[in-house]
């Protein structure tokens, strides 16, 4: 079988949420000994987990993983960025030997990291956190042409849906989505572009905190990508291939595989928020498995969160990456699960 039509065909086993459970999970809310809509948003999280789940209350997440997909960009030599293309190899080492900020917040929330090299330029040692799944040693300049092949696009999302699908089948459930790759918040960009229609001032942001000199060299490298390739939405693997990075493909390919086996999967920043956006063109359903984890100072993390439907569980001006939000926002998506299952209700507690 073709590698697009593994794609394809992982895209078609994504159900819909089971709506019955979300009401009845609402239904459950009104009987718990507390006001009505008192809990706020979390009674909506643990709708939505219910809805996922199919069953009230829904399964409390106690095996998280994080998952940073990581990969080079050749989009880099237009200036876009001030640091090397060799950060991205020096940061999965870090990964790997438990020293970045990623890593303390797993630890601080009980999760497994797992590293997806999908497109780092450098070769890298061997690690047991780090899996190989290079594709290609990064992506062409997606201002002069597309930033990669079609099949290459299509095999990095294949490669985290197997890392996802590896993880769950170990007994994860609920995965958290990482990114690492110098320049990859310029290709986050012009995807959020081309898939909300917002204009690049609109969804380009600063990054690692250039000046104003480059930031408006980066909103015209992604006017001049959208100009070049037109994209057509319509075909989503097409416009992956010519603007996305190989760790947004990936990414892609783990909310995927996490909407098919109804697993949730919460959202980190910009690049996870862009790649939410192909992953919905692909399976529109697949949007319903995904918790927005926290929002990005990045303005493309808002324009897509508006378009995919979702409200941002923290707001804590973050724009590191790595999966850094995504994971901060575990323990309340465990605890929204834990209402449900664990609050008494009224009548549990006899109270009239």
């Known amino acids: 079988m ?13 159900r819909p949420l089971d709506e019955n459970a979300v009401a009845r999970a609402r239904e459950r809310h ?13 009674e909506e999280i643990g709708a939505r987990l219910a809805g996922m789940a199919g069953v009230v209350p829904p399964p409390v997440p106690w095996s998280p993983a994080v998952v940073v997909c990581a990969g080079d ?4 030599a237009r200036g876009v960025s001030p640091w090397p293309r060799e950060v991205t190899a020096a940061m999965v080492g870090n990964f790997c030997a438990g020293g970045a900020a990623v890593n ?6 009980g999760a ?6 999908v497109g780092v330029a450098t070769e890298l040692e061997r690690h047991p956190l780090l899996r190989a799944a290079k594709k290609r040693a990064g992506t062409d300049d997606l201002s002069r042409g597309p930033a990669m092949g079609r099949e290459d696009a299509a095999r990095a999302v294949m490669s985290g849906a197997g890392i996802a699908g590896e993880l769950i089948e170990s007994g994860v459930d609920l995965l958290v989505t990482g990114d690492m790759g110098i320049a990859n918040t310029t290709p986050a960009a012009a995807l959020i572009s081309a898939f909300t229609g917002r204009p690049p001032e609109q969804t380009t ?9 480059t930031f408006e060299l980066k909103v015209r490298v992604v006017e001049e990508a959208l100009r070049l390739h037109e994209p057509d939405t319509t075909d989503p693997l097409g416009t992956l291939a010519a603007l996305g990075g190989l760790e947004h493909a990936a990414i892609a390919g783990i909310i995927l595989t996490g909407a098919v086996y109804e697993v949730p999967v919460v959202l980190d920043g910009v690049v996870s928020n862009s790649s939410a956006l192909v992953a919905r063109t692909l399976a529109p ?4 498995y995904t918790i927005a984890g926290h929002l990005s100072v990045e303005p493309g993390a808002t324009a897509a969160l508006e378009y995919l439907g979702l409200e941002p569980v923290l707001d804590l001006r973050m724009r590191l990456g790595e999966g850094t939000g995504g994971l901060l926002a575990v323990p309340v998506v465990q605890a929204a699960a834990r ?12 109270i009239g």
């Open 2 to 14: 073709a590698v697009e039509d593994r794609v394809r065909e992982l895209a078609g086993e994504v």
């Open 30 to 42: 009104l009987t718990l000994t507390k006001p009505p809509g008192s809990l706020g948003r979390l």
């Open 73 to 76: 960009h050749g989009v880099l």
């Open 104 to 109: 303390a917040i797993a630890r601080s929330v």
């Open 112 to 117: 497994r990291i797992s590293v997806l090299d």
């Open 205 to 213: 942001g600063r990054g690692t905190g250039i000046d104003d000199e």
């Open 285 to 288: 359903e697949s949007v319903g």
């Open 339 to 350: 209402v449900l299952g664990e609050m008494a209700t009224m009548e549990e507690a006899g």
